[in-house]
C-alpha cells in the first residue's frame, strides 16, 4: 500500500511498513489513512489535520493535576503517567495526533547524564560538556535503557486507536546546545563559538546527541509512534554558513535512525527562516515553521511539493477570538500554495493559554 500520490515522493511503501511489527497501528490500526498522516505524506485530507507543539503540558488543568508532586523528567520516564498525560489533548481537545509526553533531554537522563529540568529555566547540567576528554566519557546507550520509552508509546497508541501519536526528539545543535552550556542561554555563544573554537569536540558532541536523538526517535516509531518531529528550537541563532559546516550533518543522522521505516518526519526549527532550504536538505518530509515567515512564503522558498507544517502565532491565543480567527482564515489561506498543510502554531502552546480557545481552534479549523 502506498498512500501518496505517484508524483510524490512515496512514504509508507510496503517494503517500509513490513519493517515495523504487524501491531504498530500505521499497521493495525490503520493511522495510514488518517488526516495527518495524508496530509504528512503529501495529500489534502477533507479537513485540515491540526495539532499543538506543548499541547500536553502546563495549559491543561488536568496535566498540572496528574503531575503533582512528580518531578519533570520522574513524570517522563513513568510510562503510565506519560501515556496519560499524552493522551489528555487528544480527548479535550479532539487533535488530529498526540505529541508523545517526554523531553528533549530525556536521552541525556537515560545515559545517565547529570541533568534535571528546572521550571522557569528549563534543563539544567550539573556541568557543562565543552572539553573532548568530557565528551568522550559519555556513554553508548543500550536500547533495552530506551524500554520505560517504548513502555510508554504502547500504552499511549492502544488508547489513541487510530488517531496517530508523533514521536519527538532534540536535534544535534539545539541538545547540544544545553550541554555545552551547561543550560538555557540566550544567544547560544557557547556552542557557536565551541564549534570554530575546538571543531573536534563540537563534532564529538553533536554526533553523540545525533546517535542518541536517533536511538529516542527509533524506540518510539518501533513502539508505535505514527510520525516525528525533530526539534531544532535554537537553529535560528545560527548563520546558514555555521548551519551547513557544523551542524546539519549531524541533524541528518538523527533523520535517518527512522528513514528505512518510512514514517513521515517533520523538521522544526524556530527562528530559521533563512535555513529552510539548508533544514529541508538535511532531511524530514514536513517543513516545520515558526510564526516569523508567512507560509506562502516558505513554499517559495522550498518550492511546492514540500508539505509545510504551522503556523499560528501562540502571541494570538490569547488576542481575542475574532483577531485569532482572523489570522487563522490567513494562516489556512497562505498554507495553499504547498502541496499539504498540517496546521500548528509557530511554536509551542504558551502555559498561560485558556484550553477552552484551544478547543475552540481546533474545531473551526476542522470546519474550514
Ligand atoms: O506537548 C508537547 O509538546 C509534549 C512534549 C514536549 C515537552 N518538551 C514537554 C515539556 C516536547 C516536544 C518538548 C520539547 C522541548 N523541550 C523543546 C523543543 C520544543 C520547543 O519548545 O522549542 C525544548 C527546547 C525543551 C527544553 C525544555 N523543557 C524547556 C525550555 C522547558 C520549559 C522550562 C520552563 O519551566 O519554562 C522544558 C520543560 C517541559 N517540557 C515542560 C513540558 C510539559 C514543562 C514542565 C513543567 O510542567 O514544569
Not at 341 to 348: A, D, E, R, S
Request: aromatic letters at 6%; proline letters at 8%; one cysteine or more.
Amino acid at each position: 500500500m502506498t498512500i501518496s500520490t505517484p508524483q510524490r515522493r512515496a512514504l509508507l511503501t510496503d517494503a517500509q511498513l513490513s519493517r515495523l511489527a504487524p501491531s504498530h497501528p500505521l499497521r493495525a490500526a490503520g493511522t495510514a489513512h488518517s488526516p495527518m498522516i495524508r496530509a504528512m505524506a503529501g495529500d489534502r485530507p477533507e479537513h485540515p489535520p491540526v495539532w499543538f507543539m506543548r499541547q500536553a503540558g502546563r495549559s491543561l488543568p488536568e496535566y498540572r493535576a496528574a503531575r503533582e508532586g512528580t518531578n519533570m523528567l520522574e513524570a517522563c520516564l513513568d510510562p503510565e503517567l506519560a501515556a496519560e498525560i499524552t493522551v489528555q489533548p487528544v480527548r479535550r481537545h479532539g487533535v488530529d495526533a498526540a505529541i508523545f509526553f517526554s523531553d528533549i533531554v530525556v536521552p541525556l537522563k537515560i545515559a545517565g547524564v547529570d541533568v534535571d529540568i528546572v521550571p522557569g529555566r528549563g534543563p539544567v547540567m550539573g556541568s557543562p560538556y565543552r572539553e573532548l576528554r568530557d565528551i568522550e566519557s559519555l556513554p553508548e546507550i543500550p536500547d533495552e535503557a530506551f524500554d520505560p520509552i517504548r513502555e510508554a508509546v504502547g500504552r499511549a497508541v492502544d488508547q489513541l486507536g487510530s488517531t496517530p501519536l508523533i514521536g519527538f526528539a532534540g536535534a544535534p545543535f539545539t541538545v547540544a546546545a544545553y550541554m555545552a552550556e551547561g543550560g538555557s542561554s540566550r544567544d547560544h555563544l557557547g556552542p557557536r563559538t565551541m564549534m570554530h573554537r575546538d571543531p573536534e569536540a563540537w563534532n564529538a558532541l553533536a554526533s553523540w546527541v545525533a546517535r542518541v536523538s536517533g536511538q529516542f526517535l527509533a524506540a518510539q516509531v518501533e513502539a508505535g509512534a505514527s510520525a516525528v518531529q525533530l526539534f531544532d528550537s535554537w537553529a535560528g541563532s545560527l548563520s546558514e554558513r555555521d548551519y551547513r559546516a557544523h551542524v546539519m550533518h549531524h541533524s541528518a543522522l538523527a533523520l535517518e535512525a527512522v528513514e528505512a521505516y518510512g514514517v513521515p518526519r517533520v523538521h522544526f526549527g524556530t527562528g530559521s527562516s533563512e535555513l529552510l532550504v539548508a533544514m529541508k536538505e538535511a532531511g524530514g518530509d514536513v517543513v516545520g515553521i515558526d510564526y516569523r515567515l508567512d507560509l506562502d512564503e516558505a513554499t517559495r522558498r522550498l518550492g511546492p511539493e514540500t508539505p509545510v507544517q504551522g503556523n499560528i502565532d501562540p502571541a494570538m491565543l490569547d488576542a481575542g477570538w475574532e483577531v485569532l480567527q482572523k489570522h487563522t482564515v490567513d494562516v489556512l489561506s497562505k498554507g495553499r500554495d504547498a502541496a499539504a498543510h498540517i496546521v500548528n502554531l509557530g511554536h509551542g502552546v504558551p502555559p498561560s493559554t485558556d484550553p477552552t480557545v484551544l478547543t475552540r481552534l481546533v474545531e473551526f479549523i476542522h470546519e474550514s
